[in-house]
C-alpha cells in the first residue's frame, strides 16, 4: 500500500514506561527527549489521514502539494521505524538484553492492538451490508476472517471487501513482534560494529526487491498489481525497516548519538526534500528502502532534543494526538466513514433539501457529493474525527488495555 500507511503509534502506556525506564538506569536518556517522537508521530499521521481521506486527487493540487498528498508510504515507513525504535528503548535495557520475559512482552502488544483491531475491522460490516458499497455475505466472511487473524498482509492483491485498509500494517507488525525479544537480546549486548554491520545489511536486504522488480520489468507484468501488493504489504519484505527501527533504539538507548544543533534542522529539510523527490524517482524504490536511513536518522535527531524543531514537536497539543495515535490509526477509517455520512444527513436537512428522507437516504447509500460539498464535509468530518478518536482513546481504551494487561495470554509458551 504506498496507501497504508502506513503502521503505527504507540501509547500512553509506552511513555510511561519510557519515564520508569529512564529514572532507573543512569544511562538511559532523559524520557523527554521521547515525548518529541509524539509530535513527529502526530504530523506523520496528519500525513497518512490526508493521504487516504483527501476528496481531492493529487493533479488537483500544485504540484509539490500533490506530491506530498499522494506519497503517504514516507509516513508509513516513518512510523514502522518508529515502532521498532520505541520498542528498543521501552523494553531492552543496555548490555542486559530483554527487561521481561518474552510472553510478557507478546502479552502487553497484544492486549495494545488485538482489540480494538476487532472493533475497528467489524465496525465495517454494516457498512458492506447494507451502505454504500454492499457485498454478498460470502465475501464478507471470506475476507473478514483473514484480517480478525492478522495473516491478510501475507495475501497478495487481497480481495475486496478490505476491512479496514490500514489493518495490514498491524498483521505484518505483529509477525515482527515475535521476533523482537530475540534481536533485543542479540544485538543489545552485541558491539557497535556489528550492530552498524547489521543495520546497513538490513538497508542493503531491503532494497534487493524493488532494485529487482524494476530490472525485471514486473511492473509491465501481466501480475503487476500482484508483485505491487507484495511489495507494499508483505511483512517479510518490509521487516527491514522494523529491524533498522529496533536497532537505532538500542544505539540510542547507549547514548551513542551527540548530534550539533544545526544537524536536527538539516535532516528534517533533508526529509522533505527526499518525500518530494518522490515525483521524479520510481515508487518501487522511495517505497521500498531509499530513504530508510534518513528516516532513522530523523527519528533518532527528535529524539536526541537536539534542535529548535524538538520544542515544536514537544508542544502539549501535538504530544496528546501523538499519544492516541495508535487509537485514531485503527479507528480513523470506519469513524470517518459514519462520522461523514452523519454530518451528510445534518447536512441536507440543514442546508441543501430540507426535510427530504428521500435525499437524505440517497446521499447515505450512494454519495453523490458535489466537489465543493466532499471538501466541506471533509473538513467538518476530518476534526469530529480526530476529536472522537482522542476521547475514546482517552477515556476508554487506555484505562481498559492497562488493565488487560495484566493478564498473560501467552504464559503457556513458558518463555
Request: with cysteine; aromatic share 14%.
Amino acid at each position: 500500500m504506498t496507501h497504508r500507511t502506513s503502521t503505527a503509534g504507540r501509547g500512553t502506556d509506552q511513555l510511561s514506561a519510557e519515564r520508569t525506564a529512564a529514572r532507573q538506569s543512569t544511562t538511559a536518556p532523559t524520557a523527554s527527549r521521547l515525548v518529541a517522537l509524539e509530535g513527529l508521530r502526530f504530523v506523520a499521521m496528519f500525513h497518512l489521514f490526508v493521504f487516504h481521506r483527501l476528496p481531492v486527487g493529487s493533479d488537483a493540487l500544485p504540484g509539490w502539494l500533490g506530491t506530498i498528498r499522494s506519497n503517504g508510504h514516507y509516513s508509513t515507513s516513518i512510523f514502522f521505524i518508529l515502532s521498532g525504535f520505541i520498542l528498543a528503548y521501552v523494553y531492552t535495557a543496555p548490555d542486559r538484553g530483554l527487561k521481561l520475559k518474552d510472553s510478557d512482552f507478546w502479552s502487553r502488544r497484544f492486549w495494545r492492538i488485538y482489540p480494538i483491531h476487532v472493533i475497528a475491522s467489524t465496525a465495517y460490516l454494516p457498512l458492506y451490508l447494507v451502505g454504500t458499497k454492499t457485498y454478498p455475505i460470502s465475501d464478507v466472511l471470506t475476507t473478514l476472517i483473514p484480517n480478525l487473524l492478522l495473516v491478510h498482509a501475507w495475501i497478495p492483491d487481497f480481495p475486496k471487501p478490505i476491512f479496514n485498509i490500514v489493518s495490514w500494517s498491524i498483521s505484518a507488525l505483529v509477525f515482527w513482534y515475535a521476533f523482537f525479544p530475540a534481536l533485543a537480546r542479540r544485538f543489545s549486548t552485541a558491539p557497535l560494529a556489528r550492530i552498524l554491520r547489521a543495520m546497513v545489511s538490513a538497508w542493503v536486504l531491503y532494497l534487493i526487491p524493488p532494485i529487482l522488480y524494476l530490472l525485471l520489468g514486473l511492473y509491465e507484468s501481466e501480475h503487476e498489481m500482484v508483485y505491487n501488493h507484495l511489495l507494499q504489504t508483505n511483512p517479510i519484505i518490509r521487516f527491514p525497516e522494523f529491524i533498522i527501527g529496533v536497532l537505532t533504539g538500542i544505539l540510542f538507548l547507549r547514548r551513542r548519538f551527540v548530534f550539533p544543533p544545526w544537524l536536527e534542522p538539516a535532516v528534517i529539510l533533508a526529509n522533505a526534500a527526499a518525500l518530494l523527490s518522490c515525483a521524479f524517482i520510481p515508487w518501487a524504490l522511495t517505497h521500498n528502502g531509499l530513504f530508510t536511513p534518513l528516516q532513522a536518522l530523523l527519528i533518532a535527531v527528535v529524539a536526541a532534543d537536539s534542535g529548535p524543531f524538538t520544542r515544536v514537536f514537544s508542544w502539549k497539543p501535538l504530544q496528546m494526538l501523538g499519544a492516541s495515535s495508535l487509537t485514531f490509526y485503527f479507528l480513523n477509517m470506519p469513524l470517518y466513514e459514519y462520522i461523514g455520512r452523519i454530518v451528510s444527513v445534518v447536512t441536507i436537512l440543514v442546508a441543501f433539501h430540507p426535510g427530504s428522507v428521500t435525499e437524505v437516504r440517497k446521499l447515505f447509500v450512494e454519495q453523490p457529493y458535489s466537489f465543493e460539498q466532499q471538501v466541506m464535509l471533509y473538513a467538518i468530518s476530518a476534526v469530529l474525527t480526530y476529536a472522537a478518536a482522542v476521547a475514546i482513546h482517552y477515556r476508554l481504551f487506555e484505562p481498559v488495555t492497562k488493565r488487560l494487561q495484566k493478564i498473560n495470554v501467552f504464559g503457556w509458551t513458558g518463555r
